[in-house]
């Protein structure tokens, strides 16, 4: 898979949480949940990063027949970009780590 650069926390956050099947409202619960309220989402925000994860492919739409209460889950390939994104934050924060001594632990 071709690097797709930085993700932003928000989309990697959504995709973290269609590790299951979720509609949007439960992405925007899981996403103030995981953060201690520090990030929520509104539906607006929230439904034009699913439609742009959607259009690259990393989420998949599980059900088209009802609108109101459409569900997601993460793709393969959303599955491989989550795991760059992981080798790309633990080699940030080793380096973070080694420059500052560790001293933000």
Not at 69 to 84: F, H, N, T
Request: overall charge neutral.
């Amino acid at each position: 898979m071709k690097d797709v650069g930085a993700l932003t926390e928000v989309s990697m956050l959504i995709l973290l949480s269609l590790y299951e099947p979720r509609h949007g409202y439960a992405v925007m619960q899981f996403i103030e949940e995981k953060t201690n309220g520090r990030l929520r989402l509104g539906a607006g925000s929230l439904y034009g990063a699913l439609n742009n994860l959607a259009d690259k492919g990393w989420i998949i739409s599980l059900s088209e027949a009802d609108r109101r209460r459409k569900e997601y889950i993460i793709s393969d390939s959303g599955k491989q970009v989550v795991l760059g994104e992981m080798v790309r934050l633990k080699e940030l924060s080793a380096i973070a780590e080694e420059m500052t001594k560790g001293a933000c632990l």
